[in-house]
Nanobody, 125 residues
Framework: QVHLVESGGGLVQAGGSLKLSCAASGRTFSSYAMGWLRQAPGKEREFVATIELRSSTTYYAGSVKGRFTISLDNAKNTVYLQMSSLKPEDTAVYYC??????????????????WGQGTQVTVSS
């Protein structure tokens, strides 16, 4: 069973930056991708960014492209999300998630097999 633990959330002013980390453990085989999704109060969980573990190909939601960067440290089994130029609308619980096998639906929450517990990001105006 894959175990994902996020860290790095917090309160930041608009225009500021935060870096989230997600450490994976318990993986007995190579997974396909790791990503970040978020859920704001009263809204559905939405895709933010993901990275394919073998190719390091990245995908971003349009709302964060150019502001957020996802990266991977394979040696540490850790994925990062560097968030810059944060906006109040980025406020949400951010979840790290992992996909076991190939899918062409990486932008859909249903594609992800394992989830972390989430970390709160709050951006004040």
């Amino acid at each position: 069973q894959v175990h994902l633990v996020e860290s790095g959330g917090g309160l930041v002013q608009a225009g500021g930056s935060l870096k989230l980390s997600c450490a994976a453990s318990g993986r007995t085989f190579s997974s396909y991708a790791m990503g970040w999704l978020r859920q704001a109060p009263g809204k559905e969980r939405e895709f933010v960014a993901t990275i394919e573990l073998r190719s390091s190909t990245t995908y971003y939601a349009g709302s964060v492209k150019g502001r957020f960067t996802i990266s991977l440290d394979n040696a540490k089994n850790t994925v990062y999300l560097q968030m810059s130029s944060l906006k109040p609308e980025d406020t949400a619980v951010y979840y790290c998630a992992e996909v076991r096998g190939y899918t062409n639906s990486l932008t859909y929450a249903d594609a992800y097999d394992y989830w972390g517990q989430g970390t709160q990001v709050t951006v004040s105006s």
